[in-house]
């Protein structure tokens, strides 16, 4: 399966947006889910969003439901997630990663991941 590629972060103000990409190889299995997790300094990586790669049904931790969305282009095996009114304690480093569908579990190992900055 081989690990994700992630891509897309930067430096940002407080209220500003950024769209990051998770390129994979595709899926062994037909019905599975990705998820975007984030890792701050000193802090456990949490996931944040995740989508089931059949059926596009969604789920985000309360941390960022109603600004970020997460999405897919599975004609280009590649899950995407805008992320907009950003605030400072959204920095973190961004990975993407196979997951059980319903739960942050991971099932794939992580790539290099992609960091987000946001300043006030």
């Known amino acids: 399966q081989g690990d994700p590629v992630e891509s897309g972060g930067g430096s940002v103000q407080a209220g500003g947006s950024l769209k990051l990409s998770c390129a994979t190889k595709?899926?062994?299995?037909?019905?599975?889910?990705m998820g975007w997790f984030r890792q701050a300094p000193g802090k456990a990586r949490e996931g944040v969003a995740a989508i089931h790669t059949t059926n596009n049904i969604t789920y985000y931790s309360d941390s960022v439901k109603g600004r970020f969305a997460i999405s897919q282009d599975n004609a280009k095996n590649t899950v995407y997630l805008q992320m907009n009114s950003l605030k400072p304690e959204d920095t973190a480093m961004y990975y993407c990663a196979v997951v059980r569908c319903g739960s942050w579990y991971t099932l794939s190992s992580w790539g290099q991941g992609t960091q987000v900055t946001v300043s006030s």
């Open positions: 595709g899926y062994s299995e037909r019905s599975t889910c």
